[in-house]
């Protein structure tokens, strides 16, 4: 159960003082998890992309992000780093659901549609799944699997940044304020261009090239120019996803989770 405050957790697991509260083992510092994320999937992205290059698996430039770690030794990091961040954005979308479960037991459930949560989380998770099969997948290895992983994680977590848009605009003024809604909206915009910013110049691109290697894709190779537009706008709609989860970070801030009850019979 996802609980608020100390005042509150007294309360609701009737207990008489701060210290049977620490009994209990309620667990804070949620909000570091969006944090990690945050820092973690830049990260990774910037090292595969220096070691793609230092091996001439790709040119300095642009390239696609999934095309940073295609080969070895850069796929090796790139496949489990991603690992770990769809396990943790796996942990996101759960606690972020028992948040949206906790307000509604406080707040009425008529507020919110049960079936617009269950398809929010829905896309949380797919959009985990799909994450981590682009990441094991790799693009010059398995294609078909790679761009199915692709296409299940942007679509699915744009949709998902949009839901959880509207679900914050539901729970204002109880868990975040109105310009959080308004940073959710405009990222969530962006996420819905960019993604398909970033399809359609790819696809054109890929009609046009007349290279060997579309990993060293040149401006002589043809559709240079929508490979430029379409790789930009990917490195820019991973920022924005990044972004995104950021904002969760002063709401989880404010979340503790208690740890469940084993019984034994």
């Not at 996802?2 to 005042?7: D, L």
């Not at 850069?74 to 307000?103: D, K, M, P, T």
């Not at 299940?152 to 914050?168: H, I, K, N, R, V």
Request: aromatic content about 14%.
């Amino acid at each position: 159960m996802i609980i608020y405050s100390y005042e509150k957790i007294i309360r609701l697991c009737k207990i008489s003082s701060i210290k049977d509260y620490e009994t209990k083992m309620a667990y804070g510092k949620l909000h570091v998890l969006p944090l990690i994320l945050f820092i973690l999937i830049p990260v990774t992205f910037v090292i595969t992309y220096t070691i793609s290059v230092q091996w001439d698996h790709v040119v300095p430039g642009f390239p696609y992000i999934s095309e940073t770690g295609t080969l070895s030794p850069e796929s090796c990091i790139f496949a489990q780093c991603l690992n770990v961040a769809a396990f943790l954005l796996g942990c996101c979308v759960y606690i972020r659901h028992r948040q949206v479960q906790q307000w509604q037991i406080e707040k009425g459930r008529d507020l919110v549609d049960k079936k617009v949560i269950i398809a929010t989380t829905s896309c949380g998770i797919l959009a985990c799944f799909g994450l981590d099969i682009l990441a094991n997948f790799q693009e010059a290895r398995v294609v078909a699997a790679h761009m199915v992983g692709a296409m299940t994680f942007f679509s699915a977590g744009t949709l998902y940044f949009c839901l959880q848009t509207y679900l914050s605009y539901k729970m204002v003024p109880s868990v975040n304020g109105i310009i959080v809604v308004y940073v959710r909206a405009i990222l969530s915009a962006l996420t819905l261009i960019l993604t398909i910013a970033t399809i359609i110049p790819g696809y054109i691109s890929m009609f046009e090239f007349q290279g060997n290697d579309y990993k060293k894709w040149l401006p002589t190779d043809g559709g240079w120019g929508w490979h430029v537009a379409s790789t930009i706008c990917e490195w820019i709609l991973a920022i924005v996803y990044c972004a995104f989860l950021l904002t969760f970070v002063p709401e989880f801030r404010l979340i503790n989770f208690e740890e469940p009850v084993v019984t034994v019979s």
